[in-house]
């Protein structure tokens, strides 16, 4: 089945960037779309973007001068960079991935089980 | 930017139907997915496509969607679908999340 793990540190001081990596197991990061959800405490789902491996990338317009998404293919594995965090980007972020339907259609159908970034010097 | 908006909370007694609502502009234009959240677990997809049970969703669950709302319906509410519920839908290329509805079950 799909496996989804996400990886990296778990605290990260303020103005520093945040990178985390989702290793990809069951499916191939060259097909699907890829994602990174994220959950601040007390707060509700927030989208970051998506990379499709041959289309690019789409970010969250609120986000998007801070998030670079990029995908290894040797490894079956992607990555998120979010640059200059503070405390509001404490949260517990996901990797998923979108079913394979046309867009509009398409949904999160596997998650990995989070990871707890903690923006604090 | 397109927005959905949902109830914080919503209670319901063990057993009753619980509704849970989505509002977007001509949300009935497009599809709606629903996700249930448990703390501390991952968000579960329970209703893509507006009305559509993944394998494994309880026949409890459904959906609708049409004008500018959405709804996710619980018939026969049990315990354990005490959650947080999102929808969820497109905006052209870009994904939007409602803010999330907690379900209470008491």
Do not use: H
Request: overall charge neutral.
């Amino acid at each position: 089945q799909v496996q989804l793990q996400e990886s990296g540190p778990g605290l990260v001081k303020p103005s520093e960037t945040l990178s985390l990596t989702c290793a990809v197991s069951g499916s191939s990061i060259s097909t699907y779309y890829w994602t990174w959800v994220r959950q601040s405490p007390g707060k509700g789902l927030e989208w970051i973007g998506y990379i499709y491996m041959t289309g690019g990338t789409n970010y969250n317009p609120s986000l998007k001068s801070r998030v670079t998404i990029s995908g290894d293919t040797s490894k079956n594995q992607f990555s998120l960079e979010l640059s200059s965090v503070t405390a509001a980007d404490t949260a517990v972020y996901y990797c998923a991935r979108l079913a394979q339907r046309p867009m509009g259609e398409r949904y999160f159908d596997n998650w990995g089980q989070g990871t707890l970034v903690t923006v604090s010097s | 930017s397109y927005e959905l908006t949902q109830a914080p909370s919503v209670s319901v007694s063990p057993g009753q139907t619980a509704s849970i609502t989505c509002s977007g502009d001509n949300l009935g234009n497009k599809f709606s997915f629903w996700y249930q959240k448990k703390p501390g677990q991952s968000p579960v997809l329970v209703i893509y496509q507006d009305n559509k049970r993944p394998s494994g969703i309880p026949e409890r669950f459904s959906g609708s969607n049409s004008g500018s709302t959405a709804t996710l319906t619980i018939s026969g509410t049990q315990a354990m679908d005490e959650a947080d519920y999102y929808c969820q839908a497109w905006d052209s290329t870009t994904v939007v999340f409602g803010g999330g509805t907690k379900l209470t079950v008491l």
